[in-house]
């Protein structure tokens, strides 16, 4: 999996640090040493062998695997120090998974795998492992229907319209009775920014109280009631409301968005939510079913 990879390469780096930058020739027969005691069997090749360390097989799919896991952790702003050409693989299987190979077969001599920390380490790492494994595999398991998105869809497709923005320009005033005779004036043909810029109390009467396009969620309720009302058309002005900063007047200048999108344009988005929640359920069912299976026992009095 791309997680267990990519954490690899982090050990191969960090060891490239420790052990240093000088080169490893493959190709040339060294004397037997103590890291040979590490390895008493020849392991069986799976795949197209292309290295041995000490009898240990390096395969072309295992070097292909490492490389592609290493570019996908540079940066994308670095093109340049991914792996791409054939001399780079070399360099990368000379300096990088043999050094790291050697390394291992030295520790496993000096028999560290035997030390109680390393032995934890190595079963919590083989706990999450083989979590990860399980998941996977009862993700795989779950499908969704087409007709399961078309219900979906169907039964949200409200909600699946693209956001609707309007335009609209505001007057704000302490009293009603002030509110009242700007609507008169309004109602009487006068132009409403200009009203706006010498009535208004809001911190955008100098812009003729335009708000410019806005979503709803954007002011309060009240506004959002008023302002996203159907009845609200184009070019015409609102009714006055009380809101948090006093009587309010709006005016719509325009409308965008707020098209219904159709059942095509939304499937595969739909399947991929579907799929999410359809996966969480299944393994949080697991998960109950496997605790209630099992003997629990807690202390908690003995945690500090």
Do not use: H
Not at 99 to 117: F, I, P, S, T, Y
Not at 277 to 287: G, R, W
């Amino acid at each position: 999996m791309k997680i267990k990879i990519i954490s690899t390469v982090a050990v191969f780096l960090l060891v490239s640090a420790i052990v240093g930058c000088d080169k490893l020739g493959l190709g040339v027969q060294k004397k037997p040493t103590a890291t040979l005691k590490a390895q008493k069997e020849v392991p069986v090749v799976k795949g197209t062998l292309i290295a041995r360390v000490n009898n240990t097989p390096l395969t072309l799919e295992e070097l292909n695997k490492e490389v592609e896991a290493f570019n996908t952790i540079v940066p994308e702003d670095q093109p340049q120090a991914r792996i791409t050409t054939r001399d780079q693989k070399i360099d990368y299987l000379k300096n990088e998974m043999t050094r790291r190979l050697l390394m291992n077969q030295e520790a496993l001599v000096r028999g560290l795998d035997k030390k109680d920390e390393v032995v934890q380490a190595l079963e919590k790492t083989k706990q999450d492992l083989l979590v990860m494994e399980l998941v996977r595999q009862e993700a795989e398991r779950v499908d969704v229907t087409s007709q399961e998105v078309e219900e979906y869809y169907n039964g949200f497709k409200d909600q699946l319209k693209e956001p609707e923005e309007r335009q609209l320009r505001e007057i704000i005033v302490l009293s009603e009775p002030e509110a009242k005779e700007v609507l008169i004036q309004l109602l009487q043909g006068a132009d409403f920014a200009n009203l706006a810029r010498g009535r208004s109390k809001a911190a955008n009467a100098k812009d003729g109280g335009d708000l410019g396009y806005i979503q709803p969620g954007k002011k309060s309720a009240q506004f959002d009631a008023v302002a996203f009302s159907d009845t609200l058309e184009v070019g015409k002005t609102s009714n006055i409301f009380k809101g948090p900063e006093g009587y309010y007047i709006l005016k719509l200048e325009g409308k965008k968005g707020g098209k219904q999108r159709s059942l095509t344009e939304m499937w595969d988005d739909i399947k991929r939510g579907l799929t999410y929640l359809k996966q969480q359920k299944k393994i949080n069912d697991l998960i109950d079913k496997l605790s209630r299976e099992a003997k629990l026992e807690y202390y908690e009095g003995d945690i500090r």
